[in-house]
């Protein structure tokens, strides 16, 4: 009887397959070819790209974040708090974006180089496809527009094919850099 998940592969002479590799992709035969992709580590990792703080529903500060970063060997965080239609999670307001800018400069200035912070949003998309802060709020110095994660507002009883729709229409505004999906 076998008790662990590596007995269970060896019983059938195969080398263990990690959780993440499991999507029946073509796992077992790159097991049994011993090219099976390695995963990437905690170690490998440089920066975060997506990081709540106090100013909306994170539990820590900015200065925080930072230093918890630093500690854990990254070279770079992004403060990406929600945007003001978050309203559950206490998202920005425009004001309240503007000032966090400008903590997340002062602190990224205190660090001296030793870990870089920069400044983004968690940013919803509204039921008409457009974003929840303006253009001119995102093109502000040192925004980082590229890491604006972006994703749809709740829309109750709203069909898939209309949710994707909605998704997917700030995606394709050739004016404006693409961002990644905040919660795919």
Wanted: charged share 25%.
């Amino acid at each position: 009887m076998c008790r662990t998940e590596e007995e269970v592969y060896a019983a059938v002479g195969l080398p263990w397959i990690a959780p993440e590799l499991r999507e029946d992709a073509g796992e077992f035969d790159a097991a049994e070819s011993n090219t099976l992709p390695d995963l990437v580590t905690l170690d490998a990792l440089q920066g975060d790209l997506h990081m709540h703080t106090t100013w909306s529903d994170g539990s820590a500060s900015i200065r925080e974040m930072a230093e918890a970063a630093l500690a854990a060997g990254r070279k770079y965080i992004v403060i990406t708090d929600h945007s003001r239609g978050a309203v559950i999670a206490n998202g920005l307001s425009i004001e309240r974006l503007l000032a966090q800018q400008a903590e997340v400069r002062a602190v990224d200035a205190e660090m001296n180089g030793r870990i870089r912070v920069f400044h983004g949003t968690e940013m919803d998309i509204l039921a008409d496809g457009s974003l929840d802060f303006p253009d001119d709020v995102l093109e502000q110095p040192g925004f980082c527009r590229r890491v604006a994660a972006r994703q749809p507002a709740p829309a109750p009883r709203a069909d898939h094919a209309a949710v994707v729709e909605r998704a997917g229409k700030p995606a394709r505004r050739p004016d404006r850099p693409p961002a990644r999906p905040a919660h795919p």
